[in-house]
């Protein structure tokens, strides 16, 4: 039986009661907190549903058939776990007491295809003239972070855009959990590594980026930048690895550039806030925002140029396309 197949007979045993969830292909997420309390997001919208666990028991023998299958410690001394099922989906758990209401258990379900540009368009999503400002910046190697809160589809649309990178350059993509999927046949994928499994080297995203510098990129592709990674990729952008992308959390351009700085602050070399700026402004040049509205739909709201910085040394943005209300 391989690994699948035990996956499957594992999610009819222990995960019943939201197993209709997972099997359904509308839901993106499922969002367990404690035994009585599960939402999942459909288009968008969080909902409730009646399902339930029988007992906080139960659902503790669930989360840890989930560990034990995936090679993860949790229990005692390890209360929280990050991993990635068989079928690409992302799965957390935290246990009590760091959580106050119970066993909580998020799955973010993998989607085995992701949405072209031509898709983005025929949603609404994006317009044709913003779709031919996109096209033209990936051709001319711009540096491109794909910005947004948590949901607003900043993976989709970084997966949408990586398909207009040629064929014959050699992609390196680094994930915290693997999620992108491109279609060109030289694309390396590294994936981290958390210290939850002591038997096992540590590999973080900044880890993995130094390690790609040395593999000959001609994209360097980042799933999301949280920490002190940003300062290698911002430095990296400096010294000729154009054309690189990545996602970052921001509800606006402007907003995003600032965290970069922030993020770049955060390394251990330390470096002054104005250096940080100032190369953040001469390595970034455009910033796609993404939201989602009241009903749910994720957009792309704009296209912002990075133009370096004003007189009184603030970021200079100049807008290339805005969606129309």
């Known amino acids: ?47 409730s549903t009646d399902s339930f666990f029988p007992d906080e028991r139960m659902l503790m023998a669930a989360v840890l058939n989930i ?28 246990l009590p007491p760091v959580s106050r209401v119970g066993i909580c258990l ?58 207009f990178i040629s064929p014959a350059e050699r992609i390196i993509v680094i994930e915290e959990s693997s999620e992108l999927q491109l279609t060109q046949p030289h694309t390396i994928y590294l994936e981290t590594r958390t210290d939850q499994d002591p038997d096992l080297p540590v590999f973080s995203v900044r880890e993995l980026f130094v390690n790609s510098l040395r593999m000959r990129p001609d994209r360097i592709l980042i799933g999301e930048v949280r920490r002190g990674e940003a300062l290698e ?9 154009s054309g690189s992308l990545a996602t970052l959390h921001a509800s606006t351009p402007a907003a995003a550039a600032t965290r970069l700085e922030t993020l770049c602050m955060m390394n251990d070399m330390q470096i002054p806030m104005m250096v940080a700026r100032a190369q953040v402004a001469e390595a970034i ?17 704009e296209i912002a140029e990075l133009s370096g910085l ?16």
Do not use: C
Not at 121 to 127: A, L
Not at 233 to 241: I, K, P
Not at 313 to 319: A, D, N, P, V
């Open 67 to 94: 560990a034990e299958f995936v090679d993860r410690p949790l229990g005692d001394g390890f209360l929280s776990m990050d991993a990635r099922l068989p079928d690409g989906s992302r799965v957390h758990v935290i």
């Open 106 to 163: 998020t799955i973010r379900k993998f989607k085995k295809a992701g949405f072209s540009l031509d898709e983005l368009v025929d949603s609404g999503s994006i317009d044709e003239e913003g779709k031919r400002f996109l096209v033209e910046g990936i051709a001319s190697h711009k540096n491109i972070i794909v910005a947004g809160g948590t949901g607003t589809g900043k993976t989709t649309v970084l997966n949408a855009l990586s398909a």
């Open 233 to 241: 990729l911002v430095q990296s952008m400096l010294s000729g690895h």
């Open 285 to 301: 040049d455009w910033v796609v925002q993404t939201k989602r509205n009241a009903n749910g739909k994720r957009f792309i709201s």
């Open 1 to 47: 039986m391989d690994h699948q197949h035990l996956y499957d007979l594992s999610l009819r045993t222990f995960l019943g009661p939201i197993q209709h969830l997972l099997q359904d292909p509308d839901v993106t997420e499922v969002m367990v907190n404690g035994p009585d309390r599960i939402y999942f997001e459909r288009k968008g919208r969080i909902e």
């Open 310 to 325: 004003d007189a009184s040394l603030g970021y200079q943005w100049r807008t290339l396309w805005r969606a129309t209300e």
